[in-house]
């Protein structure tokens, strides 16, 4: 709801507290894209009339009119707090991990409540008084939170660019694991003051996020610790299952502070400050090229131009800009689909060659087996032939005993004639 709402200062009369008014615009025709349509004012209040914890925003009231819906938020008054460490010289990584600690202890309280707030970022993340020693973080800005339902399959794409994981990039279902990804992102700028994955083009940008495209370039990282970068690396995994979760971000040993002063104990102390020359110049690009929205920053100046603006004026930018957006989106989602058909193409190649390969040992194998057939009827065929012969000769060995036999018998009869002549002599 960020384009369609302005937040002003107030103060209630009774008391002389002052609170922070956001005007939410309402939709006045369910077919219209200007304002905000019933259903997500109330989801947003809802929200917000749900939740107390020190580290985000409290809602005070709530009253409508006409045009908008107004809600009393508790005044923030502290700034950004990428801006207020941005201010410091250096920055070590046990002051780092102070802010982040809280910022992890607003998101485990909405995480308990099933809530997702689906928009964390560096403006979204102010301080309540930057002028305590010990400034307390406010989570801010609940207009695309939504509440986790099991069973209930969500998707969406909304959010910064910059900051949203890969599941909302590739319109894949939604949980609490995407503000884990939005965390990593955050800490990896809070430490070099560089943005993992943000391109030239929103297109490159969410290209680079659904490759989990990044590194820790030495140029940024060369002063950081292992477990620092351990902790990045835990959230910034493209399988939300895989991802570290809120309580187990709680439960690492850098957000701890177990062993990070004796890590790397070769170094001097000194060298584990971060500079914050980078965050200081990240903060300036991301203020100046940040379209008006409803932080807590410039509260005047942002109302001022909303309401100078002439209404037929804006809702024609307003439609040339849905328009370019809608563009980079169908563009970044075709690239993505592009990617994946590429992947498809290739996975089914070397499926085709793999089938092709079997193909082949398969017609080996019947040659093989054709030829062992041959052979066999070969050995058929001269059993056959020495079967013939063999009865053949038995055949000649019969005639040759007959004749044998008959000769002998003659013989016999020789010779007994012979003896009768003998006797009768």
Request: proline fraction near 3%; charge should be neutral.
């Amino acid at each position: 709801s960020g384009q369609f709402a302005i937040v002003r200062k107030c103060r209630e009369r009774k008391t002389g507290v002052e609170y922070a008014a956001k005007f939410i615009k309402k939709r006045r025709l369910s077919s219209s894209r200007r304002g905000v349509s019933r259903e997500e004012i109330e989801r947003e209040v809802d929200i917000l009339r749900e939740i107390q914890h020190p580290n985000i925003i409290t809602l005070h009231d709530i009253f409508e009119n006409k045009t908008d819906v107004v809600l009393i938020l508790e005044l923030v008054s502290g700034g950004e707090l990428f801006d207020f460490l941005a201010e410091k010289e250096s920055l070590t990584e046990e002051e780092a991990t102070q802010f982040l600690k809280q910022i992890l202890d607003g998101v485990h309280y909405l995480h308990s409540k099933h809530i997702a707030h689906f928009d964390l970022k560096p403006e979204n993340i102010m301080l309540l008084d930057k002028n305590v020693p010990n400034p307390r973080i406010k989570l801010i800005d609940f207009g695309i939170a939504h509440k986790i339902e099991a069973g209930n399959e969500f998707k969406n794409i909304f959010g910064t660019p910059e900051f949203v994981a890969p599941e909302i990039v590739n319109y894949e279902p939604l949980g609490l694991e995407a503000d884990m990804w939005s965390i990593g992102v955050i800490t990896y700028i809070l430490l070099s003051g560089a943005s993992p994955f943000l391109g030239e083009t929103k297109q490159e940008t969410l290209t680079n996020i659904s490759a989990v495209n990044y590194d820790f370039d030495e140029e940024y990282f060369s002063n950081t610790s292992e477990l620092a970068k351990d902790f990045i690396r835990r959230l910034l995994v493209k399988d939300p299952k895989k991802r570290m979760t809120i309580a187990q971000s709680l439960e690492h040993p850098w957000i701890k502070r177990r062993n990070v002063r004796n890590e790397d104990s070769g170094r001097k102390p000194e060298r584990r400050r971060l500079k914050t020359t980078r965050l200081k110049e990240y903060t300036i690009k991301s203020h100046s090229s940040m379209p008006p929205n409803n932080t807590y920053i410039n509260f005047e100046r942002f109302s001022k131009v909303m309401e100078e603006v002439a209404a037929a004026e804006e809702s024609l930018r307003e439609l040339e800009r849905n328009k370019r957006s809608f563009q980079e989106d169908i563009e970044a989602l075709r690239s993505i689909y592009e990617e994946k058909e590429s992947w498809y193409k290739e996975e089914n190649e070397s499926i085709s060659q793999d089938l092709r390969q079997i193909r082949q040992e398969l017609q080996r194998a019947e040659a093989l087996k054709r030829q062992a057939q041959e052979e066999a009827r070969g050995v058929v065929q001269a059993a056959n032939g020495l079967k013939r012969r063999y009865r053949k000769l038995e055949n000649h060995y019969e005639a040759l005993a007959k004749q044998v036999a008959s000769e002998m018998k003659f013989v016999e009869e020789l010779v007994w004639s012979i003896e009768q002549e003998k006797q009768s002599g």
